[in-house]
Every structure is written in structure tokens, then in C-alpha cells.
């Protein structure tokens, strides 16, 4: 069994930052790929930042130069720092990791969610 589990959401001032953080556990032989998502309501669920275990990052244009994506592979872990944050980013956001299971199943998994809600 794998769990993905988040935190770090919450209310912040526009301007502001947060850190979210994710956890994988389980039954893990590897993490490929670790990412954020988020989604506002009525809107797509939409790619924010992707890891890869070697470092490689993807970012969303619009969170490029605010937001840093890190992970610690020997955790299972993955960060979000969000810098500069404004009402645009407000939504859902939820942890994404690729995990290749010890009994060699390969799964997309996801977190909860955790609800980021930034004021003006």
C-alpha cells in the first residue's frame, strides 16, 4: 500500500509565502516523479511543478520565478515554496508521485489535497 499525504495549506496575505510539503510511504522501491497540481473550482486541474529524481524541473508559466519545486529522495518527499503569492493562486493543491511499488506496480498517486487561499 502507498499513502500520499500533504500539509503546509492554509490563509496567507497576497505577497505573501507558503511551503507545502508531500510525503510518500509505503510500499516503495522508487519515486520517479514528484509534482504539484492545483485546481480553482470549475476549473482544469493544472500542472504547477514536476521533479524528477535526477532534479530536472517543469514549471507552469505562471508560477515560473515564484514557485520552487525540491524534493529529499531519500524521504519520499516533496516541497512547494511559493513566493509572492497573489489571489491568482488560490486553489487546491494536490501531490502527485509516480511510485514503482516492491511488488512492481507502477501507479500515478495522489495526495488529499491541501487548500491555499491567498487575500488581497
Known amino acids: 500500500q502507498v499513502q500520499v499525504v500533504e500539509s503546509g495549506g492554509g490563509l496567507v496575505q497576497a505577497g505573501g509565502s507558503l511551503r507545502l510539503s508531500c510525503a510518500a510511504s509505503g510500499t ?4 520517479n516523479v514528484m509534482g504539484w497540481y492545483r ?10 511543478a514536476s ?12 508560477v515560473k520565478d515564484r514557485f520552487t519545486i525540491s524534493r529529499d529522495n531519500a524521504k519520499n518527499e516533496v ?3 511559493m513566493n509572492s503569492l497573489n489571489p491568482e493562486d488560490t ?3 494536490y501531490c502527485n508521485a509516480d511510485v514503482v511499488t516492491t511488488t512492481w506496480r507502477t501507479l500515478g498517486y ?11
Do not use: C, H
Not at 28 to 31: D, E, G, N, Q, S
Not at 39 to 48: C, F, I, N, S, Y
Not at 51 to 62: I, P, V
Open 28 to 31: 516503495i522501491f522508487r519515486v
Open 39 to 48: 485546481q480553482a473550482p470549475g476549473k482544469q486541474r493544472e500542472l504547477v
Open 51 to 62: 521533479m524528477t529524481l535526477s532534479g530536472d524541473t517543469n514549471y507552469a508559466d505562471s
Open 79 to 81: 516541497y512547494l515554496q
Open 91 to 93: 486553489a487546491v493543491y
Open 110 to 120: 495522489w495526495g488529499q489535497g491541501t487548500q491555499v487561499t491567498v487575500s488581497s
